[in-house]
């Protein structure tokens, strides 16, 4: 559930702001709500927002296998790619490398 709202206060003029949520479904019992909200108080501003949903993209799946990996470590790595576009873009290092660890871990260990 994503819930997520900018409110511009009146004396905010000039505000430039964008808010978008990307969603990854990745099983057909997962459920996604989103809700972006702006509340805009302000008469100079440039606010946009949006959201998307989505499954893991059947011809990036089939152009994985074709090329000889398997289907779990197709989805594995398109599901990886997702996500760490989204680390990419966080600013505190420690907790970018943090979550960099945490998901190289997840989606490169082997079951033995």
Known sequence: ???????????????????TNKNLVLSDE??????????????????THGATIGQLDAEALFYLQ???I????????LTYAFAQDII?????QT???T??????EKFHERPR
């Open 1 to 19: 559930m994503f819930n997520g709202r900018i409110i511009v206060r009146k004396d905010a003029q000039k505000t430039d702001s964008k808010q």
């Open 30 to 47: 997962a459920v996604i709500d989103t809700k972006p909200e702006l509340q805009i108080f302000a008469d100079d501003v440039r606010c």
């Open 66 to 68: 074709s090329r000889g």
């Open 70 to 77: 398997g289907r779990e470590d197709a989805r594995n790595l």
């Open 88 to 92: 990419d873009r966080i600013k505190i």
């Open 95 to 97: 907790l970018r490398e």
């Open 99 to 104: 979550l960099e660890r945490s998901l190289f």
